[in-house]
């Protein structure tokens, strides 16, 4: 499975951005599917994350800002980003759950893409 990511960019604060994920390659079914960021010095975080069915969760810090969904069919996931502040600034990974043909789990990682907001 790849993923390619993009969309990152510079925007300034209040501004949006919307960043995709698509997944390919040899897929037999993907489970949940996410939005990661890391912050220079800071550890990777949960951004928000959907699962097949699209139950969605997020961080508390970007509810009612981030919006995440999925398509099925075609294997991407998006991260709409709105009201976008300073400290959303990071590089933003997708992660994919890949479910195989004998239900064992894999976890696929997008190369990144950077996000900078400016004040």
């Known amino acids: 499975v790849q993923l390619q990511a993009s969309g990152g960019g510079v925007v300034q ?5 919307r960043l995709s994920c698509a997944a390919s390659g040899y897929i037999h079914s993907i489970n949940t599917m996410g939005w990661y960021r890391q ?10 994350d959907i699962t097949r069915g699209g ?17 099925n069919f075609d294997h991407t996931v998006t991260l709409q980003m709105n009201s976008l502040k300073p ?9 994919v759950v890949h479910e195989t043909l004998l239900s064992y789990e894999e976890n696929y ?3 990144g893409t950077q996000v900078t907001v400016s004040s």
């Open 55 to 71: 139950e969605s969760k997020y961080v508390d810090a970007v509810k009612g800002r981030f919006t995440i969904s999925r398509s």
């Open 39 to 48: 912050a220079p010095g800071k550890q990777r975080e949960l951004v928000a």
């Open 87 to 95: 400290e959303d600034t990071a590089i933003y990974y997708c992660l």
């Open 109 to 111: 990682w997008g190369q």
């Open 13 to 17: 604060a209040g501004g949006s951005l």
